[in-house]
């Protein structure tokens, strides 16, 4: 089945240590991104990529990095500069603005499952 | 930029009835997409409803179906026949239509808490 797929489901962290969320998606999908959410929040952007070996940063992406070395895959990795890390993270992915008359779906943006990261 | 505002952060309704849900927001565009995504417990966001800014009718799926004010910048949802499966977070999101770097990215209200009481 088509779909996004993040892990690990649950991670921790030490302080000063760098983790890696990893994200792939088999949808074909020119578009991914990463948002953060906090207990009783919305969803923050921290990086989006329109394409291969090109990405963005986002609202909130201060102490975070990506790549985007292939079209699946959009690891993100939260570094010790990130003095805040504990929280939801969900990845996700569409087809770019301009292509949405190519399927019915196509302005929508589909989400993983997401994973949860906890500094101990 | 772009914001979103769900001013109802809990609403509770029993089963069987239906429920509103508010959400307004503030662009200067005037083509973009608008979306409302549920978050149950196990924290999947799973789309609901979709609407084109573009299209006057409002979106209907099944039990859920939208209120679209543009004017008024104005999305809200109903759900009927209200379910215990239908309790969960919501999230009215906004999406702009235009090719431009960042467009695509959702911006998400802070959502609202749905209870169902049997």
């Known amino acids: 089945d088509g779909g996004i797929t993040q892990s690990p489901k649950y991670l921790f962290r030490k302080e000063g240590q760098n983790v890696t969320l990893s994200c792939e998606q088999n949808?074909?999908?020119?578009?991914m991104y990463w948002y953060r959410q906090d207990p009783g929040q919305g969803l923050r952007l921290i990086y989006y990529s329109q394409i291969v070996n090109d990405f963005q940063k986002g609202d909130i992406a201060e102490g975070y990095s990506v790549s985007r070395e292939k079209k699946e895959s959009f690891p993100l990795t939260v570094t010790s500069a990130q003095k805040n890390p504990t929280a939801f993270y969900l990845c996700?992915?569409?087809?770019?603005?301009?292509?949405?008359?190519?399927?019915?779906?196509?302005?929508?943006?589909?989400f993983g499952e997401g994973s949860w990261l906890t500094v101990v | 930029a772009q914001t979103v505002t769900q001013s109802q952060p809990e609403m509770s309704v029993q089963e069987a009835e239906t429920v509103t849900l508010s959400c307004t927001y503030d662009?200067?565009?005037?083509?973009?997409?608008l979306f409302w995504y549920k978050q149950p417990p196990s924290r999947q966001m799973i789309l609901v409803i979709r609407?084109?800014?573009?299209?006057?009718q409002n979106a209907t799926e099944n039990r859920f179906s939208v209120n679209f004010q543009k004017a008024a910048k104005s999305f809200s949802l109903k759900i009927s026949d209200s379910q215990l499966g239908d309790a969960a977070m919501y999230f009215c999101?906004?999406?702009?239509?235009?090719?431009?770097?960042?467009?695509?990215?959702?911006?998400f209200g802070q959502g609202t808490r749905l209870t169902i009481n049997p």
């Open positions: 609407q084109e800014a573009y299209k006057q």
């Open positions: 949808l074909n999908h020119d578009a």
């Open positions: 996700a992915s569409s087809i770019i603005p301009g292509q949405e008359f190519l399927i019915s779906s196509g302005n929508t943006i589909y």
């Open positions: 662009t200067s565009e005037s083509d973009y997409y």
């Open positions: 999101a906004y999406r702009s239509a235009f090719r431009v770097q960042g467009a695509q990215k959702l911006v």
